[in-house]
């Protein structure tokens, strides 16, 4: 696309009915609001290893306040609707 912050399953098609999961949900938020990702991982969250696809974007989010603190984060568990707004 043409702000990189989201992208198409094939050519034809985009995937506007697929679900979402809490960890693709952080990194969309950094790529929209053009927050700095670092490779820096701080072990925030016991369920985030410093492995995980999102775990950059899900630090960021942390640091720029819209990921409240918490024990766990569940990054492959599908993000609710009013969860997304939260942020």
Known sequence: SAFDVMQAKSDTVFGSTDLMTRGEAAMIMCKFANIPVGNEHKNSFYDVPAD??????I??????GFISSDTYFRP????????????
Request: overall charge negative.
């Open 59 to 64: 630090e960021a989010g942390l640091d720029y």
């Open 76 to 87: 492959d568990d599908y993000i609710l609707g009013y969860e997304f707004l939260k942020m």
């Open 52 to 57: 995980h696809a999102y775990a950059p974007y």
